[in-house]
């Protein structure tokens, strides 16, 4: 097709040179916070679910007290340190390797829907130094992984259309499906899949079958493991059993009290609070008894929904917080040392003007489009259940990116 003609190649040197260069920033940002032992607080969590499937060969019941994680980070994690919770160093190589090959897929995204070798190549330059991402990549922590399947999905996505080829829309609904057993969240995705069937460019039989295609790819990369937890639980989880603690952790009074903390000390206190009434519950929860995944976060959610109905104009004012949190161009204040808060907060309010500018371009809107659905759908998402910075930051920021770089090389690079 002539748009599949009209793509530039990235090119294989400049694509390694991308590659070399992201590497050895996460590699540095790495060795300056040490690469033998890991700050995220869930690291450990996924490091032992690791060492449970080499051992037995099977995934626990629970990678926690409330629920078990997706298992995609976890298979990872076994195969790159054998099981062994000690091989910190190797987890976060592989975190720097999987952030230097997303961005990669961004430079060639970005090629794909914009037409232009040189705002790809700024694009890739972006995303290898993008101090978010660099940060993600220094620790034991799943988004690295997730950025990869996000994105490959949506690149062969473009393709498929582009190309009209339903194998490679089968890839990008199976890519979906690996993002999903990583972050749960890339379940509410799963219809973006469809948007080739409003591809105006496509005969309407192409359009459906390139549709239809990438959700058959969607739903059996991921019926495998929904299958398994059919058979162990007998239950209906598509991924993990987490959304009814989520709901509880992001909608209690406990996240109220959340945006009243002004200090490190005071979100310590707050952390070992909150843990001891999970527990609390979690007791009150199973006092007659263990339950199954799906009753557990059910009797969560349930929790939630109770102290939501009991002062709903606090719920109100609790998700405007969150909406905000979600948005904000800045980190943590109280968290963060002011440098960084201040440096971060002018870099993204720049990112969030120039990404204006770039969707207000008219270059391929129907991508466009579904972009903006992308973005909102995770807004959302989150939103409602629990909302983490870091999420954003796998969410958002990788558009934030394509269309930012576009919109200021829309006069600052030469064509």
């Known amino acids: 097709m002539r748009s599949e003609a009209e793509t530039p190649r990235i090119g294989s040197g400049a694509g390694l040179a991308l590659l070399i260069v992201a590497f050895g920033v996460r590699l540095a940002a790495t060795a300056a916070v040490g690469f033998a032992t890991p700050r995220f607080g869930d690291a450990d969590r996924y490091l032992s679910a690791a060492a449970e499937l080499a051992r037995s060969g099977s995934y626990p019941d629970r990678t926690e007290p409330y629920f078990f994680r997706p298992p995609a980070y976890p298979l990872l994690l076994a195969a790159v340190t054998g099981g062994r919770e000690d091989r910190v160093p190797a987890a976060k190589i592989a975190n720097g390797v999987l952030g230097s090959l997303a961005a990669l897929v961004l430079a060639l995204l970005s090629a794909r829907i ?8 700024a694009t890739g330059a972006v995303a290898a130094i993008h101090p978010s991402f660099v940060l993600l990549s220094t620790d034991v922590q799943s988004e690295p992984l997730y950025l ?14 582009d190309r009209v080829s339903w194998p490679a829309a089968l890839a990008a609904g199976a890519l979906l499906a690996l993002a999903a057993l990583t972050r749960p969240s890339a ?10 069937a409003v591809d105006r460019r496509l005969p309407g039989s192409a359009r459906r079958e390139i ?23 007998h239950e209906f989880i598509p991924v993990n059993d987490a959304a009814g603690v989520s709901l509880y ?21 707050w952390l070992e609070g909150f843990d001891r009434d999970l527990r609390a519950r979690l007791a009150s929860i199973e006092k007659d008894g263990e339950l199954s995944p799906g009753r557990r976060s059910a009797a969560f959610a349930r929790l939630a929904l109770a102290e939501a109905r009991e002062n709903p104009a606090a719920s109100l004012e609790l998700l405007a917080h969150k909406a905000w949190q979600w948005v904000r161009p800045y ?3 109280w968290y963060w040392p002011p440098a960084v808060v201040v440096g971060i907060g002018i870099y993204s309010l720049v990112l969030y003007a120039a990404a204006v500018r770039g969707f207000r371009r008219p270059t391929r809107r129907g ?4 972009s903006l659905a992308v973005l909102a759908i995770g807004m959302a998402a989150h939103v409602l259940l629990q909302v983490v910075w870091r999420y954003r930051v796998a969410c958002w920021d990788p558009i934030l990116i394509l269309y930012g770089v576009f919109g200021i090389g829309r006069g600052a690079l030469p064509r």
């Open 114 to 121: 914009f037409r232009r070798r040189d705002v790809a190549l």
């Open 148 to 161: 990869v399947f996000f994105l490959l999905s949506g690149l062969l996505l473009l393709r498929a259309a």
């Open 187 to 196: 379940l509410a995705l799963a219809p973006l899949l469809a948007s080739p």
């Open 211 to 233: 549709a239809a295609a990438a959700l058959l790819g969607f739903v059996l990369a991921l019926a495998p493991w929904t299958l398994r937890n059919a058979r162990r639980y």
């Open 249 to 269: 952790a992001g909608n209690s009074s406990w996240t109220r009290s959340f945006y009243r903390l002004r200090s490190r000390e005071e979100y310590a206190g």
């Open 331 to 333: 980190p943590t204040p």
């Open 367 to 370: 991508v466009a489009a579904v």
